[in-house]
Every structure is written in C-alpha cells, then in structure tokens.
C-alpha cells in the first residue's frame, strides 16, 4: 500500500488544518489507519487512529476534543481535521496504514512520506 498526503503548511495559533492521505490500494477499510507525529528531537508518537472496519477510534489526550479522523472508504483517503492548533503541534504529519493493527503505536507496516505543520504563536 503506498500513501500520499497533503495539506500541512503554516498557520497561526487557533487555526486549522485538514491533511489528506491517500490509499494506493483499494479496500482501505480493511485496513487500521492512523495520523502520527514527530516533532524535533521527538519520538514519533500516535495522534488518532481508527481500526479496521471502524470499530473503535483512539486519539492522544494532547488532541482530544481538537482533532478528528475520518475516512472516505470510497476514496480510498483518510483525513485529519485539526482545529484550535497550537505551537506544540508542530511537527512531522505522517500516515500510515496496517492490516492488523489494533493500537495506536507507530509500528504500522505502510508509511506515507510525512507532512510539516508549523504552527506560529
């Protein structure tokens, strides 16, 4: 599966971003999808995740209430709406993609090339 995102870019303090990432492959569904991040100096760390066929959803308590995940099955695209952004948000966006994972843990097996979101005070 190889994935292709978009979206990051610069904003400031309070605004929001929607990053996009999409599935070479069909039948994504089958697939847990997640957004990850690395920020300098950082591990990479789980941002919101959902598993195959939707059955729970997960998101880090620093995102909680500010970031959604979603998914357009038909588009083979997963998404990331984040809102209220803030400078510690900054970092490397990536997506990633794994047929079996139940977990929110940076060891899935499809890796898209990353996405910088700088967010300015």
């Known amino acids: 599966v190889q994935l292709v995102e978009s979206g990051g870019g610069l904003v400031q303090t309070g605004g929001s971003l929607r990053l996009s990432c999409t599935a070479s492959?069909?039948?994504?569904?089958?697939?847990?999808i997640g957004w990850f991040r690395q920020a300098p100096g950082k591990e990479r760390e789980g941002v919101a995740c959902?598993?195959?066929?939707?059955?729970?959803?997960w998101y880090a308590d620093s995102v909680e209430g500010r970031f959604t995940i979603s998914r357009d099955n038909a588009k083979n695209t997963m998404y990331l709406q984040m809102n209220s952004l803030k400078p510690e948000d900054t970092a490397v966006y990536y997506c990633?993609?794994?047929?079996?994972?139940?977990?929110?843990?940076?060891?899935?097996?499809?890796w898209g090339q990353g996405t910088q979101v700088t967010v300015s005070s």
């Open positions: 959902i598993s195959s066929w939707a059955e729970f959803q």
């Open positions: 990633a993609a794994d047929r079996y994972s139940v977990s929110c843990r940076p060891n899935y097996d499809h």
């Open positions: 492959e069909d039948r994504i569904d089958e697939y847990a």
